[in-house]
């Protein structure tokens, strides 16, 4: 009789734990983003995520600081920067400093309606120590035109100016909370605000989000409001506004040239098939392009690569996000064409041409894992919701007879892309053991994900992992040097001037 082996030391079992909980956190805060999807609320997505993000920060948080550079989604870092300033004391101090110039360089990378409305949340939680104070200065200092913000984020500056006690800099802090003020303001967008109160032909001078407040205030039409703001407009409210222009019957040109891809993939999704057709050219020129600049700002060189893609109905997504799954999965397929020597697309239900591509049928991956499979690539990606139902489990099984037959030295890799978050499983659901699950958001995101996937298959240690959040840590803070406000200054003066904690809980919104 052989003898027994020997157990593995308890030290294996608590890091393989650790290195598994952390893998699961990250995986869910590049898919997760608390909304609705085809197979969840998106009540369910938020209590799921909200745990996790609990039980991570009070287990590992040094590491859950660190995870705001591991390129996860807009929705997961606010969530991480409220709870790390709601509890900083709890900062051991050899990390407050690295914490604090993770949180400030966070926020910069934010869009500043996601980062203004994290900031804001710490009013609403009571939040008020001398760090939230300090970064919400440094944050609002740190903006290019304060203005600008002033008016269309008034509700959520003058909130954070009343809450950090701040002392707000030229006409702000009147504009902010003298609501009856008559005299003029010498800032061109400051005036045009104030006018805007009184005269009609203002509201159009002013950024789209505010003026289309007050229009319907003051009984515009959607149609006026549309055709007048229209040169005035930013790249992404055309493409928000397509569908009601074309309500409208007013024409919003939109230049795709600069847009992210997966938005440029909703955009080109979103149009009927006979508009499809007759933009195929530019609308395929324009994901082509998007991919490019994608891969310019995380380069990514692949050999022979396969994607498996999901199209089923299921790909239609929710209310809250229609037809995102599928454009993921097209962006995914222009990214992975234009990072690849070699490229193949394998469709659940082939397609003549992409362009045309909608959500359709059951989930059927194995038979084209397995078309993918005889291509010979180097990397198979599969990006799927993960609900396969025709049959079920048919592709883990291929990828297990794969390994144990015909690639036992793992010559070909399988990773499994998933955009969908799972909230019964607190991840990203999985095909099965033998292909390993990484989160995705957007299209463009895929390199950053890619690199992440060795730590899904379990194989790397926790010592990588660890070191591997460290030198993205490193990297988002050497973007920003040292910004201002965000490791532990002295406390913020007392409010005078415009703001003051004083200061009335009246004319919090826009005017």
Not at 430 to 437: E, N
Not at 461 to 471: D, I, T, V
Request: with cysteine.
């Amino acid at each position: 009789m052989s003898p027994a082996k020997a157990a593995p030391p308890a030290r294996f079992h608590t890091e393989r734990v650790e290195r598994e909980d952390l893998v699961m956190f990250i995986n869910a805060c590049f898919a997760c983003t608390g909304q609705a999807e085809f197979y969840g609320s998106s009540g369910g997505q938020r209590v799921s995520v909200e745990f996790l993000h609990e039980y991570i920060l009070g287990n590992y948080r040094r590491l859950y600081a660190r995870t705001l550079a591991a390129g996860i989604n807009h929705f997961n870092q606010a969530r991480i920067v409220v709870n790390l300033l709601a509890t900083g004391a709890q900062t051991p101090a050899e990390d407050r400093r690295e914490e604090g110039l993770l949180v400030a360089a966070a926020l910069r990378e934010l869009p500043p309606q996601r980062a203004l409305r994290a900031l804001r949340e710490l009013r609403e939680r009571r939040v008020n120590n001398r760090r939230a104070r300090a970064v919400i200065r440094g944050y609002l200092a740190g903006r290019s035109d304060p203005a600008f913000d002033a008016v269309k984020y008034r509700a959520h500056v003058r909130a954070l100016a009343v809450h950090a006690h701040l002392r707000l800099p030229g006409e702000i802090g009147p504009f902010l909370f003298d609501s009856r003020r008559r005299a003029p303001f010498e800032t061109p967008l400051l005036e045009r605000a104030r006018q805007a109160r009184h005269a009609k032909e203002a509201i159009f001078d002013l950024p789209l989000t505010v003026a289309e407040g007050l229009a319907a205030a003051r009984g515009v039409s959607r149609d006026e409001l549309l055709r007048r703001a229209a040169p005035r407009m930013t790249e992404g409210e055309r493409l928000r506004l397509q569908r009601a222009a074309a309500r409208e019957e007013v024409d919003l040109a939109v230049d795709l040239g600069r847009a992210p891809l997966t938005r440029v993939a909703l955009y080109a999704l979103s149009l009927p098939e006979k508009a499809r057709i007759e933009r195929r050219d530019e609308l395929h020129a324009a994901l082509e392009r998007a991919a490019a600049r994608a891969l310019r700002r995380s380069p990514a060189a692949l050999g022979r690569v396969a994607a498996v893609l999901d199209r089923s109905y299921s790909s239609s997504g929710s209310s809250e996000k229609r037809r995102r799954p599928l454009a993921v999965a097209l962006g995914v397929s222009y990214l992975l064409r234009a990072a690849a020597r070699e490229y193949r697309a394998f469709w659940t239900a082939p397609t003549p041409d992409e362009i045309l591509v909608d959500a359709r049928g059951q989930t059927d991956l194995a038979t084209p894992l397995l078309d993918a499979l005889a291509f010979q690539p180097d990397v198979v990606v599969v990006l799927s919701d993960g609900f396969e139902n025709d049959p079920p489990g048919a592709a883990a099984e291929v990828a297990r007879c794969f390994r144990a037959r015909l690639d036992p030295g793992q010559r070909t890799s399988i990773v499994h892309i998933n955009p969908v978050f799972d909230s019964e499983r607190y991840a990203p659901r999985a095909l099965g053991p033998s292909i390993p699950t990484v989160g995705l958001r957007d299209a463009e995101d895929l390199p950053t994900v890619l690199g992440f996937a060795r730590f899904a298959e379990g194989t790397a240690p926790l010592s990588e992992l660890e070191r591997y959040l460290a030198q993205r840590a490193a990297a988002l803070l050497s973007r920003h040097g040292r910004p201002a406000g965000a490791a532990e200054p002295a406390e913020a003066p007392a409010a005078s001037g415009g703001a003051s904690a004083e200061a009335p809980a009246a004319s919090t919104e826009a005017p």
